[in-house]
């Protein structure tokens, strides 16, 4: 499997994942029809124009989607049982189409699981920034891990 096992990460651990993708214009809509948002930040660009932010942003929720899946090739591929929780979502600045997002996810906290003697607890700590740098997102996440086998 491509993804790491509970035995492979350590809290500080850092993976600058290589996989960076440029949110369109077409995603957004996309995303906004199929969850029913109807927010004008997001599809008008009139209203958007009269914002702080001068034009619309990308959904925070698509790019909370996007940031946790571009680390799954690298981290979490076939060596998870699932994801337990998301703590912390913040966006510090915005995302626009046209914009390209890339992830570094640093593990914060490690344990042995209580109730499952083949997998183990890992908390990340994943940062999404654009082409220039800028954190767009940071999200801490908690994920049931499987043990290497044996």
Do not use: C, W
């Not at 600058?16 to 809509?29: M, Q």
């Amino acid at each position: 499997m491509a993804g790491k096992y509970f035995d492979e990460l350590n809290v500080g651990d850092t993976i600058k994942h290589t996989l960076g993708r440029t949110i369109t214009e077409a995603d957004n809509v996309l995303f906004n029809a199929l969850t029913m948002n109807t927010q004008p930040l997001h599809l008008n660009e009139h209203f958007a124009s009269q914002t702080a932010f001068g034009r619309r942003i990308v959904n925070g929720i698509l790019t909370l989607g996007l940031v946790v899946g571009i680390t799954v090739g690298e981290l979490t591929e076939g060596t998870i049982v699932a994801n337990l929780g998301y703590e912390r979502v913040v966006h510090p600045n915005p995302l626009f189409h046209g914009d390209t997002v890339y992830v570094e996810t640093e593990i914060v906290e490690k344990r042995e699981s209580k109730s499952r003697p083949e997998a183990g607890i890992i908390t990340m700590k994943h940062i999404g920034r654009n082409q220039d740098g800028v954190v767009v997102i940071e999200v801490t996440r908690s994920a049931l891990f499987l043990k290497k086998p044996v």
